[in-house]
């Protein structure tokens, strides 16, 4: 059967891991964010940012890692701008992240015209190659779609178990947490609240940067408006897909990319020339939203997400 | 003879505060407040809501900072707004309103903040060995790998002692330790803190229950508008004292005598709805009837069920003889079902409506508009009225309701709720959070509409004020009621077993 042909090929599953791997840094970043009780919309427009940040540093010269640690920077000045916003002055974190997302989204459009006035189509960077693990890569099936990739899809998967890590096995990570659940809790510890839920927003909207870069220095190797299209806010829906853990989150993010792999690949198909194609790429965020469904009832939400905390107010 | 004699004996003091005064805008809510603590010594801070008390140990606490004075622990200036340096000289604070996450564990609570925030472990076992150690020595049975969440009340204000325990704090501070704590277990944290003035530890109780502090205090310092107004030897002083000195005169609390029942004007037969079940309960024209218990018992749906809010799922209500076709709020108000609710700045009241709007927010519709048309000048000159007859402090019937004090806001309710000449009247917890005074006239005001012939459901927390006025007692626990008893035929600690959950049927 076709399917089944679709779902046994290492192409396809290399496919998945590889559109999943942005979906992974933006959603552990944004997870950073919510466990600290602070809700990030902005990561739709770091994402685009980081996305330009990483690629047009690479285009004027930078090495590919370097690229990284630009778009990284990019992605945490502007979580120190939403941080300062929603943390310190309490502003609602709905209007600071569509804020942000307006305001990221719009700067790097312009530096875009700004830095390339002329051109018609954007120019291309040598973009990172997939990077084969020895000995691993050569296991059937797994090996083509988890080991044959490039270092930044790595680089997602340590960092989304570097947080599970930090979240859930060091005293930092408590104090993230609990400033997320009752931030009186961590302030009795005469620990600051503040500083805690700033320093989760500036490295978690870094984070969501990486991501962005990820599509035009790794997926792809340029730049092109819309090219993140919306994959932010599935980010947002992975987060509560995957109850906020890393883990859960993680494979709610290649669960969706598979979805997405899935329909392009089965609109190539047979049936592809009896079903309009749009059906098919409805698919994942249909079946997201029935995934979410039934995932997120059993899910604990962060107590004080969303709730500001000012101290010496009762 | 004794200052003489104490003054000798006492080492320095573990704690000092001197001279404190703090400001917030125009109010003053602490002047020039001095005394000091020692090893071993429990003193009680007294006074009622809004004396001062909490903003004082805030300061202590380093929440706050004050404008004048010095905090001393062990000799050693604490820098003013740092909960951290008090922490660190060993001052642990047990707040009215817990400050622990309910999605972590008891053992993650207590960790928190106690370790290097770059550690690269939370040494799990080590923070559940030491817990189950201090638990074993202070008497404070509790699971260090429960979800703080699923505990009672009672078991998460001992995981509030024990984060205080565990960072080995000399000085223990309690804010209102019990209010939330049935009669037993308020036995039990007597003990434990008994347990810790042998082991040398020194404890600042904050309370406005007498019989407690007569109980647990050696020395007590009364505070009043923000001043220390006495300062007792507890062996010096009596209750009766120190009631006066709280509120500054004599307290005449009304004399309410037990009243036998008239006719029933609604009972539930096996109601069940929300959390209740299987609930059997009369009330009677000219009586009070009083539900004991603590709070998030069932307290709310049963108010919500005879308010018309929530609706039965099985059993029977009848008013007055009569099953009702059809309980919403609105035909409950139509019945004559007059309502305070639990929560006056929630459900009570809308805060920035004026007092005028507030007033007419359950008539409006029948008693204050023509053909649609709100008739403003009739509801002005009602509510002036009930501002008149109901003593209710104010600038005026234009004034937004939440600028009024929680006294004046609740003798507003009050008086709508009476000036319907109610049937039945549900009164769920009608003067938490206020002072003697309005209690008093609280009270004194629902004892009258108990004469004139109205069922009224009182509800409460605090059983001195059930037993003070109830003409007949139930126990609510876990969403079940106890048979009811005669005002005096139960003492409290069998109303105790009842609210612990003894004494039920089990359920099969």
Redesign the interface.
Known sequence: MELLDILLSASFWAAAIRIASPLIFATIGELICERAGVLNLGIEGIMVAGAFAGWISVWAGLPLWGGVAVALIVGMAFGLLHSVLSVPFGLSQHVVGVGITLLATSVTFYTYRVVLPEVSSPPKIEAFQPFEIPLFSDIPLLGPALFSQTPLTYAAFVMAGLTAFVLF????G??V??AG??P????????SVTAIRMGAVIVGSGLMAVGGAFLTMSAFDSFFFDMVGGRGWICIALVVFGAWRPGKALLGAILFAAFDALQIRVQQASLGTVIPYQIFLMMPYVLSILALVLMSRSA?V??ALMVPFN??TR | MSALETGAERADPVLRMQGITKRFGSVTANEDISFSLHKGEVIALLGENGAGKTTLMNILF???SADKGVVEAFGTPLPAG???????AGVG?V?Q?F??????TVW??I????????????RPARVKAKTRDLSARFHLTVDPDARVGALTVGERQRVEILKALYREAKVLILDEPTAVLTPQETDALFATLREAISMGLSIVFISHKLHEVMAIAHRVLVLRHGRLVAEREIGDTNAEELASIMVGGEVRAPEVPALPAGPALLTLTGATAGVLQDVDLTLNAGQITGIAGVSGNGQGALSDLISGVLTLQSGEMQIAGQTPTHWDARTAIAHGVGRIPEDRHKAGTIADFDLTENAILETYQTDFSRAGWMDWTKARRHTEHLIQTYDVRCPGPDTPIRLLSGGNMQKLILGRVLEENPQIIVANQPVRGLDIGAVNYVHSRLAAARESGSAILLISEDLDEIMKLSDKIHVISEGRLSPAFLRGALSVAEIGKWMAGQGFAHAS
Not at chain 1, 169 to 172: E, N, V
Not at chain 2, 82 to 88: E, V
Not at chain 2, 99 to 104: G, H, Q, S, V, Y
């Open positions: 096995r060091t005293p930092l408590l104090a947490r609990a659940e009752n009186s809790a961590v302030a009795a510890q005469g620990l604990q962060p107590a101290k010496g | 380093g929440q706050y740092a909960p951290r340096a008090a922490l660190d604070m707040h309103h400050t622990l996450a309910d999605n972590l993650e609570n960790a928190l903040g106690t370790q290097e925030l770059g550690a690269f472990s939370l």
